[in-house]
Structures are given as C-alpha cells and as structure tokens.
C-alpha cells in the first residue's frame, strides 16, 4: 500500500459506456495528478489538481472529465471512449510547498481496456 | 514545454555489475529531476532525485548525477542485484513540479544471474 488507492484495478467497457476512476490518497498532500501510460510511450501527464483547483489540461479529449472534491479524492469521468484510450491510468499525489516538489507518490493504476 | 529523453530503452547487465542510465532534459528552467522504479503491476515508484543547485546525490547503490550545462542527468545502480530488475523513468519538472513532470519513455533493466 504506498498510501495512493486506484479503484478498480481492472475495467474493461463499451464505446457507449460510462464508468469513473477513483483515486484517493492518505498522505495530506495538497496536489493531485491523472497519468496515461500506453506500451512504448511516455506517461502522458492528462490533468493537475492544486489544492483542489484544476490548473493543467494537456488538451485531453472532451471524453475524460476529472472532478476533484476534496483534497483527498478524485476521479476522472469516461464516456463514449475510443479503443485507444485502453491504457494504465495512474494517479498521484504530491505535496506543493515553498520551494521544489517533494516527488510524486503513484496508485498502482486502473489497466483500462475499451471494446 | 519540456522533452525528456531516455536512453537506453533496454539494459542488460550481469549480476554485481554497474548500470547506468541517462537522460538529457530540453527546459533549461527545469529545476528537479526524479527516477521512478516501475514492477510488474505496479505503479511507478520513487527511488531518489536531485535538485539543480546539487550536482550528485547518492543513496547506498543508487546514485543520480546533473550536468545542468549540458542538460542532462544519469542514474547509476551499483552492485547490480535480481530484485533490480524493472522499468526504469527519469523526469523533470520546473515550478516545483506545479506543472505536473515530464517523463522520458522509461528504460527496461535486466539482470542476468
């Protein structure tokens, strides 16, 4: 348990489906993070939370939507997906402060997988 | 924005040998440099960084070198072990890090008993 929780683990869903990923973190931090992770590509930073307001989009589809709640949780919203959105989505957390970043702290991701 | 890149993509390496990684980084305003470990089924997990006013850091086996001139940085692994093996990320960021990092495509270490 590295203090990141990903529900679920695994999902797999239709282009007409609608599903959410959940992540929540048990470590106080004040800065949460979406990742996509395909075979043979970099993660792909998708959305930024900072102390619950969204500051980074790096031009994702209309199709995932992130909402953050509280500090602790948050989740990214799919619908009508494309067979290339099938990744590992992984969520962070870190703690924003005066100075440099004090390095992420990953979930173990949600292996999406769109049919 | 920010390119890292990463080389190599695949490492081999004897058991009890070194291996090296490195990572050269396009922002010369980036200012901290991590390195993920990543097993099977898992997510990435942090293992050291280095921030640019330092030039080397280490941590028993592990040890992380910046050459902000040149812009790159290099991940050393000494006395190779099995439980090594794994996929393997650099990353960058300024601002702290509030822009979220900038990965490189990550590189596959193997240990050969």
């Known amino acids: 348990e590295t203090g990141v929780t990903q529900t679920p683990r695994h999902l797999v869903m239709g282009m007409t489906n609608k599903k959410s990923l959940k992540c929540e973190q048990h470590?106080?931090?004040?800065?949460m993070y979406w990742y996509k992770q395909s075979a043979k590509k970099p993660l792909e930073l998708m959305f930024v939370?900072?102390?619950?307001?969204?500051?980074e989009n790096n031009s994702v589809p209309s199709r995932f939507s992130p909402e953050c709640p509280n500090s602790s949780h948050l989740f990214l919203h799919l619908h009508t997906l494309q067979p290339e959105d099938s990744a590992l989505y992984l969520c962070a957390s870190s703690q924003l402060g005066q100075g440099a970043l004090d390095g992420y702290t990953f979930g173990s991701g949600t292996r999406l997988t769109v049919v | 924005g920010e390119n890292v890149e990463q080389h190599p993509s695949t490492l081999s390496v004897q058991e009890g040998d070194s291996a090296v990684i490195k990572c050269t980084y396009s922002d010369s305003a980036s200012n901290y440099f991590p390195w993920y470990k990543q097993e099977l089924g898992k997510g990435p997990q942090l293992i050291i960084d280095i921030r640019s006013n330092v030039g080397e850091k280490k941590d028993q086996r592990i040890a992380v070198t910046l050459n902000k001139t040149a812009k790159h940085f290099s991940l050393h692994i000494t006395e190779t072990q099995p439980e090594d093996s794994a996929v393997y990320f650099c990353a960058a960021s300024n601002r702290g890090g509030a822009d979220g990092l900038t990965f490189g495509k990550g590189t596959h270490l193997i240990i050969q008993p």
């Open positions: 470590l106080g931090h004040n800065a």
């Open positions: 939370y900072n102390f619950k307001e969204q500051t």
